[in-house]
């Protein structure tokens, strides 16, 4: 058990649908970062937080949106949602200094139908 | 970020070692390197890390060259759990609290029985 929670497991929704994935990291990680995986394109970053604040961008979308509440929870938001964002959504967090290893949940398995 | 090299795909037996390597030319010298596995349909799992010198846990061992332009994680004994896809990254530690970790393909190790 890595220590982050990420809900819902699962979600299956129609194109054009917003939906809301959340992330509970580790206790005393500061740090929250959002992960894409799809068959076709592997592990892809997408945004981190630290302390609530943004702190790096990856490849993420302008219809996805995340931020960090002051109680260090997480939440990614996607909305217009197409075919194509079908994937696992995955959330990590980590401690403070730049060895602290990331702790992934077991993520979110998006279905767009 | 730097890039690392790893093999597609290894195979081996169970109970027999595995040596994965991961080439790094490109590292600098406040990179870390970091090794993570996937194992099917779960989020990615911390395995070690190391800076310059050879580390060991309870999962695996370290190997890092003297000039660190490669590494080679060693599993002692491989069990059929240990089947998964092993990342080799590099982790900037340049100061701020931006850690990310960026993925490549991996390799995908298959222990036979």
């Known amino acids: 058990d890595s220590g982050v929670t990420q809900t819902p497991k699962h979600l299956i929704t129609a194109t054009g649908q917003r939906v809301t994935l959340r992330c509970s990291p580790r206790?005393?990680?500061?740090?929250v970062y959002w992960y894409q995986q799809s068959l076709d394109q592997g592990l892809q970053f997408l945004i981190q937080?630290?302390?609530?604040?943004?702190?790096a961008k990856g490849n993420i979308l302008e219809r996805f949106s995340a931020q960090q509440f002051p109680d260090l929870h997480s939440e990614l938001n996607l909305s217009s949602l197409e075919l194509g964002d079908s994937a696992l959504y995955f959330c990590?967090?980590?401690?403070?200094?730049?060895?602290?290893?990331?702790?992934f949940g077991n993520g979110t398995r998006l279905t767009v139908t | 970020d730097a890039k690392t090299t790893q093999p597609n795909s290894m195979e081996s037996n169970e109970e027999e070692p595995v040596h994965l390597p991961c080439n790094h030319s490109t590292i600098s010298g406040t990179d870390y390197i970091h090794w993570y596995r996937q194992l099917p349909s779960q989020g990615p799992e911390y395995v070690i890390h190391g800076l310059t010198s050879n580390v060991n846990n309870r999962m695996a061992s370290l190997a890092i060259a003297e000039d660190r332009k490669s590494s080679t994680l060693i599993l002692h004994r491989a069990t059929l759990r240990d089947a998964a896809v092993y990342y080799c990254i590099l982790r900037a530690n340049s100061g701020g609290s931006n850690y990310k970790l960026t993925f490549g393909k991996g390799t995908l190790l298959t222990v036979n029985p």
């Open positions: 206790s005393g990680d500061l740090s």
């Open positions: 990590a967090s980590s401690g403070q200094r730049g060895y602290s290893p990331l702790h």
């Open positions: 937080y630290y302390n609530g604040e943004e702190r």
